[in-house]
């Protein structure tokens, strides 16, 4: 993929400012990517314009060589992309989390989205029909307008809106998320050397394991042992102490546990997840993640909201002080590890790359359907996705397939084809089977309330 012109990138959902304005960064600081176009597309017109007036400004700054468009037209962004970027959340936090107060009300904690193995409070599934519906017409403008464009998503659900666009449409779609890398607070704990280490993660997306830990080429997982034997007491003791993040969980007793139940380390949102073990209230969350319960807690959760309207605000006051430069806010140094730069540089430069993605499974992974996202590491380059083989997997992950990835993939394939089939019984078989239900009462209760609220009309009807 060679171009003497510059390329056309979409960002659709350009309204998610921090970002917007960070992906915009990294972009401007891509040598092979100068002369290119960014069209950052929004519904919201003021959080576009100053996500636009901040990336000019800041491409300026940097003496970046991109093109910054805005619309609030998707297909005008999308026609003739060379890279649509879907960061797209249909109607917001605050639509979903109207939902998660009434689901609360009839005693769904968390929500009815909570289930096994998807405690992520942002992963809107099965009360996800606009999620659904957005990232589908998406994808078919794309294939409509951009054709040979590469879709890249990183809203959430990655898991099933990859694995819908890739049966529901001809998009060249590849799903993304950054959680792969907290296989690095784990090196961390251990006090390994990243650049001496291997590591080989898969799964489904929020469902990953570390199925290869190797360092200076020799086998290391016995030392995960060590450390759980030997240091994880005064690690966890310290821990609990000095907490402030919620999401610093990635090694916290819910880790630890869940490598003890099923053979292998889990990694990233995976350690969010699990099952009812870890969330049955708060004090359980607390047990288990730590004094803020982890981002999944109402405590957590409500902290991770505040910081989003934080930053907003600070994006805000850093672009109103035109004294000072915006570099200052944002140094001008690529985000490490940034997967949807990481993925355009590999095919722009068609240079081959190792990248962690989801991708249907096509035989790459054993014990998964083909048309089913998985989420590992693959070569990229200018022709694409090329699959690597993963045969020779520990004896644990047996386990892990049975028992963790495969109740998964039924909650997925659950909520894919409660979106495209609707009607009551959808819902109601996905709450009946609950272990918050009490009765047939109190789930079409529920049901009846989330249908009726204002702004759920359609969903309302699809479900009827």
Same mark, same amino acid.
């Given at each position: ?380 380059? $200018? ?12 004896? $644990? ?68």
């Amino acid at each position: 993929m060679v171009s003497s012109h510059g390329y056309k990138i979409a960002l659709i959902g350009a309204g998610s400012a921090a970002w917007a304005i960070g992906l915009v960064k990294d972009l401007a600081l891509i040598p092979s990517l100068s002369g290119s176009t960014v069209v950052l597309m929004d519904i919201d017109e003021g959080r576009l314009a100053l996500v636009s007036r901040f990336a000019k400004r800041y491409v300026s700054e940097v003496k970046g060589n991109l093109n910054i468009v805005t619309t609030t037209d998707r297909r005008e962004a999308i026609k003739d992309a060379d890279f649509v970027v879907n960061s797209t959340l249909a109607k917001g936090h605050g639509h979903y989390e109207r939902m998660r107060e009434i689901s609360e009300k009839y005693g769904y904690y968390r929500g009815i989205n909570s289930v096994e193995w998807n405690m992520v409070s942002d992963y809107h599934t099965i009360w996800g029909y606009y999620q659904f519906k957005l990232a589908l017409d998406i994808a078919n403008d794309v294939v409509d307008y951009a054709p040979n464009a590469w879709l890249l998503n990183v809203s959430n659900p990655v898991f099933e809106l990859t694995t819908l666009i890739s049966r529901e449409t001809k998009a060249k779609v590849i799903g993304l998320c950054d959680g792969y890398y907290a296989y690095k607070d784990l090196l961390r704990v251990l006090g390994l050397d990243e650049g001496k280490a291997e590591v080989e993660v898969i799964g489904v997306n929020h469902d990953d394991w570390l199925t290869r830990l190797k360092y200076n080429g020799e086998d290391a997982y016995h030392l995960i042992d060590e450390w759980i034997n030997v240091k994880s007491s005064q690690y966890f003791e310290k821990w609990r102490e000095e907490q402030s993040n919620p999401f610093d969980v990635h090694v916290s007793p819910a880790a630890v546990d869940m490598y003890r139940a099923y053979g292998l380390w889990p990694i990233g949102d995976t350690v969010r997840s699990g099952t009812w073990k870890y969330h049955w209230d708060l004090k359980t969350k607390q047990y288990w993640y730590g004094p803020l319960g982890g981002p999944d807690s109402e405590i957590g959760w409500a902290m991770y909201l505040t910081w989003h309207k934080i930053e907003f605000n600070e994006l805000k006051r850093a672009l109103e002080n035109e004294a000072k430069p915006l570099t200052e806010h944002i140094p001008p140094v690529r985000s490490e590890g940034e997967p949807v730069t990481m993925v355009i540089e590999a095919m722009i430069e068609d240079r081959a790359k190792t990248i962690e993605v989801n991708v249907p499974n096509q035989g790459a992974i054993p014990g998964i359907q083909d048309d089913v996202a998985v989420e590992m590491p693959a070569v990229i380059d $200018a022709k694409g996705v090329h699959r690597l083989s993963f045969s020779n997997l520990p004896k $644990a992950w047996g386990r892990v397939l049975k028992y963790t990835i495969m109740p998964r993939v039924i909650r997925g394939e659950w909520a894919i084809e409660a979106f495209l089939g609707g009607g009551r019984d959808a819902l109601f078989n996905w709450l009946i089977i609950d272990p918050r239900t009490k009765s047939n009462e109190q789930v079409n209760q529920v049901i009846d309330a989330i249908l009726k609220m204002p702004g759920n009309e359609e969903m309302a009807k699809h479900f009827s």
